[in-house]
Nanobody
Framework: QVQLVESGGGLVQPGGSLRLSCAAS????????MSWYRQAPGKERELVAR????????NYADSVKGRFTISRDNAKNTVYLQMNSLKPEDTAVYYC?????????WGQGTQVTVSS
């Protein structure tokens, strides 16, 4: 079965950095688009970044462009989200997503809190 396990969240001061990881299993990772979403308290889940199967193309939410970088290692079945220049408004639970055969699969989420 499809499994997505996020890690790397935590508490960081404004301006700091974090790197999230998502380890995937149960499907042919190198064949699918992978995404990161986030959900802040009282808000809807929103797309943060997406990367195509080969890693050759990415796109980002306007709010994170220039600060966040999505990447993947198909040999390790892992997708990453490097987050720099973090702001308090980046505080949210971050979820890894795989869209496979018209189904959305989600990890359990990892909390990112940006606060001084």
């Amino acid at each position: 079965q499809v499994q997505l396990v996020e890690s790397g969240g935590g508490l960081v001061q404004p301006g700091g950095s974090l790197r999230l990881s998502c380890a995937a299993s149960g499907f042919t990772f190198s064949s699918y688009v992978m995404s990161w979403y986030r959900q802040a308290p009282g808000k809807e889940r929103e797309l943060v970044a997406r990367i195509v199967a080969t890693g050759g193309s990415t796109n980002y939410a306007d709010s994170v462009k220039g600060r966040f970088t999505i990447s993947r290692d198909n040999a390790k079945n892992t997708v990453y989200l490097q987050m720099n220049s973090l702001k308090p408004e980046d505080t949210a639970v971050y979820y890894c997503n795989a869209y496979i055969w018209w189904n959305n699969y989600w990890g359990q989420g990892t909390q990112v809190t940006v606060s001084s």
